[in-house]
């Protein structure tokens, strides 16, 4: 996924010269998929259908933030044949505040969802995004800024030592153009990926946080503990 436009590129001060409309928009999916790979969400609204295990529990936990809104999950279904049990959604609580993309979830209500492994089939809009209020969902701002960052990473050619040097201005500590005397610092300084700051840090605020959860399930408060059958 691109999380910023070529014109967004343009307008930092990338310009054709620089690298072609051909090169950016290959180095936004490029960057596009750092993140995600880094941060363990994505920052689009996306229709997926999703499968998630039968936990026994009134708490079914999701791999992903399910979008702000009405009506954002539009169907429900377990089993494992080829006509599946529908789940009425006046008959779950759906999660997704803002609050909530961090630990996204559906509640049964008086109920309990089937126990198997890989039983749910949730279709709808999923993605760690903002919301209007309204109709309009979008790349969260530190998001967008981190993938044009990335991306005038990525376009500097090899051969270019200045371009490869621009690359490496946060590292800057001491520069003098007196016998072109250039001294960089530690790039692990931030413990990320790239070593920028301006990067790395809003990877790691973003990153999705780290679960333990039993192999057995959840209780019903949606804390994971070990659960057996009544």
């Known amino acids: 996924m691109a999380y910023a436009t070529l014109q967004e590129v343009r307008d930092e001060g990338v310009t054709v010269a620089t690298a072609s409309d051909a090169r950016v928009n290959a180095a936004l999916l490029a960057a596009g998929k750092f993140i995600d ?3 363990g969400w994505f920052f689009e609204r996306t229709l997926k259908t999703i499968r998630a295990d039968g936990p026994g529990t009134s708490i079914l936990h999701l791999p992903f933030p399910v979008c702000q809104g009405d009506d954002q999950i539009t169907e429900i279904t377990y089993g494992y044949d ?8 006046d008959d779950v609580l759906i999660h997704n505040t803002d609050e909530d993309r961090e630990n996204p979830k559906i509640r049964a209500i008086g109920w309990r969802w089937p126990r198997g492994g890989d039983l749910v ?19 969260p701002a530190a998001i967008k800024d981190v993938c044009i960052r990335l991306v005038v ?8 030592e200045d371009e ?50 039993s192999v057995n399930g959840a209780d ?5 503990t070990e659960w057996t059958e009544d």
Do not use: C
């Open 153 to 160: 990473r990525m376009i500097a050619r090899i051969g270019r």
């Open 121 to 139: 089939s949730v279709t709808g809009y999923f993605g760690y995004v903002d919301w209007d209020g309204d109709v309009t969902w979008t790349t």
């Open 37 to 39: 790979r880094h941060t």
């Open 164 to 213: 490869q040097l621009d690359r490496q201005i946060f590292r800057l500590t001491e520069d003098s153009t007196k016998g072109r005397k250039n001294v960089f610092g530690d790039v692990g300084a931030t413990g990320g990926p790239t070593g920028d700051p301006d990067i790395d840090l809003v990877v790691a605020a973003y990153k999705r946080p780290f679960e333990v959860r």
């Open 82 to 89: 080829t006509t599946p049990s529908d789940v009425s959604l």
């Open 220 to 224: 019903d408060d949606g804390d994971w």
